[in-house]
Structures are given as structure tokens and as C-alpha cells.
């Protein structure tokens, strides 16, 4: 008995355009902040007023320096992932996923006066995340605040 091409068609195209993404148009700070979150379910940002995207951001009280040295050696640690920009108040990385390497985009704004870092993660694609872009920024927070 043959399997239904149609299921396997699906698989195919879902893992190529995984593989073909390019890089988001929605990421980089706008008038100094993160983007709002689009009226989606696959995104947390912690300065969007929404409360179905609101998340708290990642607190520090050492240096501005060593709070982004923290967070880069945080992010460095964790699977498939890619650092694209890494200024001194904004870090930009890209989480491609294991099977079908879709791609979120996390990005980092620090707040040097609060002691803050606003934190905006949101899948490229799709509309369901299934909960992975909040369980991914408290993963973060928890190795950020861990021992080094």
C-alpha cells in the first residue's frame, strides 16, 4: 500500500520554506524601542501593552558591559542559534527550529537607567508558536540570572 503523497507533500514544503527564509523585516528598534508584537500568538515583547504579549523583561544590577557579556555568552550557549547583531544597547540572534528550521527572532534593548532588558521574541512565520517564544525568553532569564 503506498502513503498519501499529499501528507508528504506538506513536509516537504514546510521544510523548505523553513530552509528559504530570509532575514525578518520586522526586527531593529523603531523610535528607540522594540516593535510591537503583530496580532499574532507566536510573539512576547516586554514593551507591548498587550497582555497577550507582554512579558517581563530581564533585569541586571551589575554593568551595562557585563550584563551584555552575560546575555551573549547565554545565547552563545543555546542550540541553533545565530547572533546577527551585537551593539552595545541591542543584540539581535535568530532560533531556527530543529526539524524544520523556522526561524524566530529574538531580540535584546537594554535600558541602562532602569537596569533593564527589553526582550521581543517572534516567529517569522506561522501564527501558532505552541507557547515557544515565552518559554524561550524565561529559559533565557533563568540561565541569565544562573551562575556563569
Avoid at 500500500?1 to 527564509?21: A, D, H, S
Avoid at 544597547?89 to 524544520?100: L, N, Q
Amino acid at each position: 500500500m503506498k502513503p498519501p503523497v499529499y501528507p508528504i507533500l506538506m513536509i516537504v514544503l514546510m521544510m523548505l520554506i523553513g530552509c528559504t527564509q530570509t532575514a525578518a523585516r520586522t526586527t531593529g528598534l523603531k523610535d528607540g524601542r522594540l516593535p510591537p508584537c503583530p496580532d499574532r500568538p507566536n510573539c512576547v515583547c516586554s514593551q507591548d501593552s498587550s497582555e497577550r504579549h507582554r512579558i517581563e523583561p530581564l533585569r541586571y544590577a551589575v554593568t551595562q558591559a557585563r550584563a551584555r557579556e552575560r546575555l551573549l555568552e547565554v545565547i552563545g550557549r543555546m542550540k541553533r542559534t545565530t547572533i546577527v547583531t551585537a551593539e552595545p544597547g541591542y543584540i539581535h540572534a535568530e532560533f531556527r527550529t530543529a526539524v524544520f528550521r523556522f526561524v524566530d527572532d529574538v531580540e535584546f534593548l537594554f535600558d541602562d537607567a532602569a537596569k533593564l532588558i527589553h526582550v521581543r521574541s517572534a516567529s517569522r512565520v506561522g501564527v501558532y508558536d505552541f507557547e515557544v517564544n515565552r518559554n524561550r525568553v524565561e529559559d533565557i532569564r533563568r540561565r541569565f540570572a544562573g551562575p556563569a
